[in-house]
T-cell receptor
Framework: DTGVSQDPRHKITKRGQNVTFRCDPI?????LYWYRQTLGQGPEFLTY????????KSRLLSDRFSAERPKGSFSTLEIQRTEQGDSAMYLC?????????????FGPGTRLTVL | GESVGLHLPTLSVQEGDNSIINCAYS??????FIWYKQESGKGPQFIID?????DKRQGQRVTVLLNKTVKHLSLQIAATQPGDSAVYFC???????????FGPGTRLSVLP
């Protein structure tokens, strides 16, 4: 399977703990996106990378959220001092660079539950 | 802020009938739109896209219509099948693939 993969698929944690999620994009895609999706809602954009550069991070929900893509391949999303309100599905997507199309290919998501 | 919304939160159709899912957007600068399908436990899956220089685009059993005058987007599914049951999202952006804004979604239920 050469699609976008995310790990773990499910994470249960206690309030106040730190969590880190990983995303492996489609190998030839240099754009990578993180979204958050709560139940019954559409995905909410968080941040975006082009290669290793984080070009948009103003939508990260608070300073407890951070993302990295150190080598321009996989990316991690970290949430520090988790709160119950952080419980959601965290989606990663990738896309190729270029103006011809803007389709983003989504991974299966990581479902976070904060107790 | 700018947002994308949907007229109908749920839609039930008989198998074999055509489905129409509607979406209103408010950002007049949006120039690219995508319809996504999301099944339970999965990430959104691309269905069809359209740029603002077009008003209609057809795919396999699906058609997207764009009316820029009233900022309205619709997805038509022909001969709806049980496998079409899912939540459908419209998404828009104005920056060539960056920063998509998604609507809240419409759940499509296909009745036997």
């Amino acid at each position: 399977d050469t699609g976008v993969s995310q790990d773990p698929r499910h994470k249960i944690t206690k309030r106040g703990q730190n969590v880190t999620f990983r995303c492996d994009p489609i190998s030839e895609h240099n754009r990578l996106y993180w979204y958050r999706q709560t139940l019954g809602q559409g995905p909410e954009f968080l941040t975006y990378f082009q290669n290793e550069a984080q070009l948009e991070k103003s939508r990260l929900l608070s300073d407890r959220f951070s993302a990295e893509r150190p080598k321009g391949s996989f990316s991690t999303l970290e949430i520090q001092r988790t709160e119950q309100g952080d419980s959601a599905m965290y989606l990663c997507a990738s896309s190729p660079e270029g103006l011809a199309g803007g389709e983003q290919f989504f991974g299966p998501g990581t479902r976070l539950t904060v107790l | 802020g700018e947002s994308v919304g949907l007229h109908l939160p749920t839609l039930s159709v008989q198998e074999g009938d055509n489905s129409i899912i509607n979406c209103a957007y408010s950002n007049s600068a949006s120039d690219y739109f995508i319809w996504y399908k999301q099944e339970s436990g999965k990430g959104p899956q691309f269905i069809i896209d359209i740029r603002s220089n077009m008003d209609k685009r057809q795919g396999q059993r699906v058609t997207v219509l764009l009316n820029k005058t009233v900022k309205h987007l619709s997805l038509q599914i022909a001969a709806t099948q049980p496998g079409d049951s899912a939540v459908y999202f419209c998404a828009e952006n104005s920056n060539y693939g960056q920063n998509f804004v998604f609507g809240p979604g419409t759940r499509l239920s296909v009745l036997p």
